[in-house]
């Protein structure tokens, strides 16, 4: 009994030092989400004044060096998914403001309409797992003072298992140069400079999402928006928010929930809000493979629209 004890203590030992030398080498993650590390790179190299763009898939899309080349700002597109949700993006860069910064939000109609897909953003492990891979230091202290240290255990275990992962294929493949890559597999080739998505999305029909269920929304699952826009006051940044675009069939099914989203934030909402949702309603054939994905025609409208909507507000 106790060498079975002594040779059970030996492999967890071993296990654990394992887990914590991947953990603590440079590597990448083959999952899309991994994105968010590369990101975040962006928009701490990046100086001031910086215009930090935040939003899911939708705004992946935007041309972010025109409206960086016309309004002075350097811009970081920190827009991935919209799962991940917006409270986590924001508490996200949060700590990492400065002087002179602009802050511009939107938020996909599912996000907030469909309630199903609401309660999925708050519950989903992708989400918490890559946000945690951002910022890991600042997560584990948070899962450590709530009392959810195995939680935290968990989630370096799942990443570690993904990087041993991206080590497999890189050495297959003799990719040497990203074995000490960070963040996501060939990000470069992925993503500009400031974070934009540079392949386009590809174009389906039926539009996906079309279906989706949408109801009233809730001001208690906007409320953090408000207290944002507090800190950014306090710290000399500007917040701006805008409403995204969407198929003008979608719009007349769901305007009474998209009015109501309107009222709500009019009402109340401390954030200017730069545009309404009229102005980004467009014929299918600026759409991709999904109601949120703009096609690259959809969006040489969309940016230069939402660029002297910006430049107004400013």
């Known amino acids: 009994m106790k060498k079975l004890i002594c040779y059970l203590t030996l492999c967890a030992v071993s296990i654990a030092v394992t887990m914590a030398l991947v953990w603590a080498l440079p590597g990448t993650y083959p999952h899309d989400l991994a994105a968010i590390v590369n990101k975040k790179e962006i928009l701490m190299r990046k100086p001031s004044p910086r215009m930090i763009f935040i939003g899911g898939s939708s705004q992946l899309t935007l041309d972010t060096p025109l409206i960086e080349r016309e309004t002075g700002y350097h811009a970081v597109n920190m827009s991935l998914w919209g799962g991940m949700g917006t409270r986590g993006h924001l508490n996200e860069i949060a700590p990492h403001l400065r002087q002179g910064d602009a802050v511009v939000i939107t938020i996909e109609y599912g996000a907030i309409l469909d309630r199903a897909y609401a309660r999925y953003i708050e519950t989903n492990d992708e989400a918490k797992k890559f946000f945690f891979l951002a910022s890991p230091r600042r997560h584990l202290l948070a899962y450590l003072r709530e009392g959810r240290p195995l939680e935290a255990l968990d989630i370096i275990h799942d990443l570690s298992q993904l990087k041993v992962k991206s080590y497999i294929r890189n050495i297959i493949l003799l990719d040497f140069k990203n074995l000490c890559a960070n963040g996501l597999p060939n990000f470069d ?33 906007l409320a953090y928006l408000n207290g944002f826009h507090a800190l950014a006051k306090q710290r000399g940044v500007k917040v701006l928010f805008y409403f995204p675009h969407f198929p003008i069939e979608q719009y007349g099914l ?50 230069p629209a939402l660029l002297r909507f910006i430049k107004r507000a400013l």
């Open 254 to 303: 769901n305007k009474r929930y998209i009015d109501a989203f309107h009222r709500v934030l009019s009402d109340r909402l401390t954030i200017p809000l730069i545009n309404t949702p009229e102005d980004f309603i467009y014929p299918e054939e600026y759409f991709a493979d999904t109601i949120y994905h703009l096609n690259p025609k959809g969006e040489s409208v969309r940016s």
């Open 189 to 221: 080739s992925e993503f500009n400079r400031n974070g934009d998505r540079i392949p386009p999305y590809v174009t389906v029909r039926p539009l996906g999402d079309r279906n989706t269920s949408y109801g009233y929304p809730d001001w208690n699952n």
